[in-house]
């Protein structure tokens, strides 16, 4: 079959590869734990849930504009203004089939051939592949446990160059969980103040899952934010992973060049998710408070399983739902069986030998890391970390 060189492009996404493997195991009647996917395991708040039931009894059941019902598109505003202090108007805002595809059409807008994209590593695993599709370079800049997993000023100076169109980022982070201070988007900026033919990407889809306190954008930046392509979305947050809705917000001309991508792909998003939006960011808070508290104790007991295992080097995530620690210490060791050689197979070892799923750091960016998300119940992280702390101790010198 002759298929398109497009697909040699890019890379099928690991967290969705690896996920298949948990269900393919789990269909053979071997008990997987799943620490792989990144979603919340909780269902969808009560009220969003009525303001779907509603919209659909109402008959909102037609094609919506390609940028966005304009009620949402107001909300998405609303909630910009009273979680972050900016000030968008509907027109900066272009709704979409999730977050990823806003930063699809974002990356296919702004990006051309050959044009440098500066992504710090650890980074999601989508964000390299998007510049692939747009035909850009990426250009990756290593950080390391040791930082914080964040990108300094100075390696940031250093990487960029006249090629550079645009740089990408997450806070709070995918993988790592680290979240960038105020003072430390400050010291960024200085950067980027300097070099005006960069745009920025801020994916703050982990916007809410945030340990240490009021989230930063770095939008909120006057001198900048005319460059700053902010994507954030409900699954996160509100436990809407599979209602696909995401959003971004950009100067006019921006948001209107995603409109018009967009509206040759998917045109509008599903109109019933959208008026369920706009209850989800309309609404009290506090369903999604209880989530993040409950995150919080989650992460406080697997950081106290990890340290009782030894060879970890792991940073402690200040938001987001994931470890990413350090597992070279088992790198060149064997069970007997199975060789070790990188986070590859150890990703691959634990799935078959523990029965729980994780993501190697490859699809990151850093070869040495596995991430683990913790979007499960104590009960089955406590198993989770029981089985991978058995299977680790197993790992000899051969």
């Known amino acids: 079959m002759a298929l398109s060189s497009f697909l040699n492009r890019f890379n099928e996404p690991e967290t969705l590869r690896m996920a298949q493997l948990g269900r393919e195991l789990r269909a053979r009647g071997i008990d997987v734990i799943d620490m792989s996917l990144g979603e ?39 909630k910009f203004k009273r979680d972050n202090q900016l000030d968008y108007k509907p027109e900066q805002i272009v709704v979409s089939t999730g977050a990823k595809q806003s930063l699809a059409n974002a990356i296919l807008a702004l990006v051309d051939e050959e044009d440098e994209v500066i992504i710090p590593t650890p980074f999601w695993v989508t964000y390299s592949e998007l510049v692939k599709i747009a035909r850009g370079r990426v250009k990756a800049v290593r950080t390391t446990a040791e930082s914080g997993f964040k990108i300094s000023p100075q390696q940031l100076e250093e990487s960029i160059s006249d090629a550079t169109k ?7 982070c995918n993988p790592s969980g680290a979240v960038y201070t105020q003072e430390e988007l400050k010291a960024l900026v200085a950067v980027f103040e300097k070099h005006p033919h960069v745009y920025i990407i801020s994916d703050e889809i982990y916007e809410y899952i945030n340990f240490g306190g009021r989230h930063c954008s770095i939008a909120s930046f006057s001198s900048i934010s005319d460059r700053v392509i902010v994507i954030n979305g409900l699954s ?9 809705l995401g959003y971004m917000a950009a100067s006019v001309a921006i948001a209107k060049a995603c409109e018009k991508v967009q509206g040759q792909f998917t045109s509008g998003a599903n109109s019933i998710t959208q008026k369920a939006a706009v209850a989800a960011l309309t609404s009290d808070l506090r369903p999604t408070q209880e989530m993040v508290e409950e995150f919080a104790k989650r992460r406080t007991l697997v950081l ?10 792991c ?4 938001g987001a739902f994931y470890v990413f620690p350090d597992l070279r210490f088992y790198f060149g060791k064997t069970d007997g069986e ?9 990703s691959m070892y634990l799935l078959n030998k523990a029965h729980v799923s994780s993501v190697m750091g490859d699809a990151f960016g850093e070869p040495h ?6 979007a499960n119940s104590r009960d089955k992280i406590k198993e989770g970390w029981r089985r991978i702390s058995e299977a680790l101790a197993a790992l000899q010198v051969p």
Request: aromatic residues 10%; glycine residues 4%.
């Open 236 to 244: 996160k947050g509100f436990a809407m992973t599979g209602w696909r």
């Open 315 to 318: 940073p402690s995530p200040a």
């Open 40 to 78: 919340p395991d909780f269902d969808t708040p009560t009220h969003i849930k009525e303001a779907a039931i509603t919209a659909i009894r109402e008959n909102w059941t037609h094609y919506t504009p390609v940028a966005g019902l304009p009620d949402l598109r107001a909300a998405i505003c609303q």
């Open 338 to 346: 199975t060789l070790v050689q990188n986070a590859a197979d150890l």
């Open 369 to 374: 890391c596995v991430r683990f998300s913790f």
């Open 304 to 313: 106290s399983l990890l340290q009782s295992i030894p060879g970890v080097v």
């Open 166 to 172: 645009l740089f990408m980022f997450s806070s709070p």
